[in-house]
């Protein structure tokens, strides 16, 4: 498992925009950067979007005031379904990190196999990077929701 102090791993992420399919490297998105990063199971599931996601979007501004950059959230989903969460859930503040076949989850040691549920998921966490560099982590328990949310988070900064 990916731990503090350690390099976020290379990956290119796949954006769906006004203007079509837009790729962005790891290192676009997170060099040079204050970066809060979370991840959930899946877009549309219940905790994901009644709690997770609201969580970030409505504490975006205090991020920002606190010297965060970019809000990002990872969820092994492609990017139609991230960009369709993203409007449902008035995400604009949010960079959604399409990780269609879980290889960044895995990549971070942070991927966990569900079997009916979909199969390779990303486990719920989040973590602050400064640089591409791991600052904090924090990683649920399983079917647990307490340590990843947006208020523990803005505790760290």
């Known amino acids: 498992m990916i731990a503090i102090g350690s390099r976020l791993p290379e990956h290119d992420f796949t954006f769906i925009t006004p203007e079509g399919k837009v790729t962005r490297s790891s290192a676009d998105l997170f060099g040079g950067k204050r970066v809060v990063l979370f991840a959930v199971p899946g877009a549309f599931t219940p905790t994901c979007s009644n709690a997770h996601l609201p969580g970030y979007v409505v504490k975006a501004q205090a991020f920002a005031a606190a010297g965060v950059d970019s809000l990002c959230c990872l969820s092994v989903n492609d990017a139609f ?7 449902e859930q008035n995400a604009e503040a949010i960079t959604m990190l399409a990780d269609g076949d879980g290889a960044f989850a895995s990549q971070l040691g942070l991927a966990k196999e569900t079997g009916t549920f979909g199969g390779l998921r990303a486990q719920r966490f989040a973590l602050i990077a400064e640089d591409g560099v791991v600052t904090a982590l924090r990683v649920e328990a399983p079917g647990k929701f307490e340590v ?6 803005l505790a760290l900064l």
């Open 148 to 153: 990843s949310d947006a208020e523990s988070l």
């Open 81 to 87: 379904v991230m960009a369709a969460w993203q409007r």
